[in-house]
């Protein structure tokens, strides 16, 4: 018992110290990229960002495709050899070769489609980021079961920055849409070669159909469900783009950046540690439990906040930053960042039921939640687009429940203890933003940006105040972790309490 609680303790200190690095990259990259946003927002119009929201489905899904849902199959295996990260790098690169041939011959009719000639070259430059993509496959899964997230996050962070600033120059000489297209082939390409770079990996020669198959027995219900998730995810764009105009559906797209990106990011740095974390512990049901309600009250704490202090600030934040040109994304924005308040508990609960290798429950789930996406499609082709974006908050929220409640059942955490352990932060997330909201609106007419400097200020300020007054879980959570960190003594060696080698933590 005494070596499972001191198992459970180092998991735990090991992932969350993992959490906290790629918070700390992701943060930085965030912090660019919203100043590199907010640069070509300005710059830019509706409309070129319109032309990639376009796009975006037929990059999506070629990538699932690409991917095959090995990535997930080799994270939630205990043990792999040098055969099997070979022949999926093999798979991996093929395809998506074929799948970015596929892509150049296709433009034409898919310009056609949408009445716009330019996608012929933006799509037939774009999709060679696909075979790029698929060289580091195979090596950010490496660093991904070592947990050594953060220096995915330092190359995703150096992809951001080269691409940034090429991306600058060229809104800045008015090339237009063009400047959005040279910005994910540059952030790609440099992400793929720094992680490249990090690993120094070279695939064997050995190449195997049945280590392949073993693989993809596994991930092809993965693939099932992702393929179903992306393409619903993004058939919005489809729909909009062919119904509405490509101004409106520019800033359709703007708001739903703006309503997910931010709480998105804050939960994908659980993600890439949470999998790999759970998948080691997956067949001790009480450690597992113990690990998935930490993590999920954690989770609900950064992820309720940030949602709501995006919904209370978004129109001062764009008025003022963006300009009035962008005030109509604000409505969208709204809208979808309602959708997403609950997300963790259907991101969380879809990492723990792969993770315990039950990935067809995450198919069934996958394909009622895009049955959901496709009804929605259909009511905005029918009674317009607000009235969709309505009814997408409640499919939402359905699917949050059904995820919920089958995360109960596998393990035994019935649906009203995780009612209990999470609504206090619903209830202090609402009280902190509904004052940083009354902040902003009486200091408006005064001065705008002191308004919304005022406003963005108080709400994580009363928000920390608050957990630390109420001693909510997920604040004492945070702290112990912080403090069984190890630290160093001033003579530069470290201490002993809270350290474990990366080697002891993986076995």
């Known amino acids: 018992m005494a070596k499972e609680a001191a198992d459970d303790q180092n998991l735990t200190a090991r992932s969350f110290k993992a959490v906290s690095l790629v918070l700390v990259f992701q943060l930085a990259a965030q912090i660019f990229q919203i100043v590199l946003g907010i640069c070509l927002v300005r710059m830019l119009?509706?409309?070129?960002?319109?032309?990639?929201a376009m796009l975006a489905i037929f990059w999506a899904v070629c990538n699932v495709f690409v991917d095959g849902g090995f990535a997930q199959a080799l994270l939630q295996c205990k043990t792999v050899t040098p055969r099997d990260l070979s022949s999926v790098f093999y798979y991996n690169f093929a395809l998506s070769f074929f799948f970015c041939l596929l892509m150049i011959a296709a433009a034409p009719l898919i310009a056609s489609f949408y009445g716009e000639e330019i996608?012929?070259?933006?799509i037939r430059v774009t999709a060679w980021t696909l075979p790029i993509t698929a060289v580091a496959a195979v090596p950010k899964v490496i660093l991904g079961r070592k947990l050594m997230q953060g220096k995915?996050?330092?190359?995703?962070?150096?992809?951001?920055?080269?691409?940034?600033?090429?991306?600058?120059?060229?809104?800045y000489k008015e090339y237009g849409v063009w400047a959005l297209v040279w910005q994910n082939f540059l952030a790609v390409s440099v992400t793929s070669l720094c992680i490249i770079l990090f690993v120094r990996w070279t695939p064997s020669p050995e190449f195997s159909f049945s280590t392949l198959w073993k693989h993809f027995k596994y991930g092809s219900k993965l693939l099932a469900s992702r393929l179903l998730f992306t393409f619903f995810g993004y058939i919005y764009n489809v729909a909009i783009g062919k119904v509405e105009t490509k101004e409106t559906l520019g800033l359709y797209e703007q708001g739903r950046r703006y309503a997910q990106k931010i709480p998105r990011s804050v939960q994908s740095a659980f993600d890439t540690v949470l999998f790999p974390a759970f998948s080691k512990i997956q067949d001790d049901i009480p450690r597992l439990r113990a690990a998935y309600a930490r993590a999920l009250q954690v989770s609900m704490c950064a992820f309720l906040f940030t949602g709501m202090a995006i919904y209370a600030l978004?129109?001062?934040?764009?008025?003022?930053?963006?300009?009035?040109?962008?005030?109509?994304?604000?409505?969208?924005?709204?809208f979808l960042v309602l959708a997403i308040l609950f997300y963790p508990i259907e991101n969380l609960g879809?990492?723990?039921i792969n993770s315990v290798g039950k990935s067809g429950t995450t198919l069934f789930?996958?394909?009622?939640?895009?049955?959901?996406?496709?009804?929605?499609v259909l009511i905005m082709l029918v009674w317009g687009l607000?009235?969709?974006?309505?009814?997408?908050?409640?499919g939402a929220w359905?699917?949050?429940?059904?995820?919920?409640?089958?995360?109960?059942?596998?393990?035994?955490?019935?649906?009203?203890?995780?009612?209990?352990?999470?609504?206090p932060y619903v209830f202090l997330s609402l009280l902190a933003c509904a004052a940083s909201w009354g902040i902003y609106r009486l200091l408006w007419d005064w001065n705008r940006i002191v308004s919304l400097t005022a406003g963005a200020l108080a709400a994580p300020l009363l928000y920390v105040a608050l957990n630390i007054a109420f001693k909510t879980s997920a604040w004492a959570e945070l702290s112990a972790i912080w403090r069984r960190f190890p630290r160093r003594k001033r003579g530069g060696k470290p201490a002993a309490e809270g350290n474990s080698s990366e080697e002891e933590i993986l076995s």
């Open 152 to 171: 995915i996050s330092v190359s995703q962070l150096l992809g951001n920055v080269v691409s940034g600033i090429v991306t600058l120059y060229l809104a």
């Open 314 to 334: 978004c129109y001062p934040a764009v008025a003022v930053v963006l300009t009035e040109k962008w005030v109509p994304a604000v409505p969208y924005c709204r």
């Open 398 to 423: 359905l699917c949050d429940l059904l995820f919920a409640y089958y995360t109960a059942r596998e393990l035994k955490y019935p649906l009203w203890r995780q009612c209990r352990d999470n609504l």
């Open 45 to 52: 119009e509706p409309s070129d960002y319109g032309i990639i």
């Open 386 to 394: 607000q009235t969709m974006l309505v009814t997408n908050i409640i």
């Open 350 to 352: 879809r990492n723990l």
């Open 119 to 122: 996608l012929i070259k933006t």
């Open 365 to 376: 789930l996958n394909i009622l939640n895009q049955g959901m996406l496709g009804v929605n």
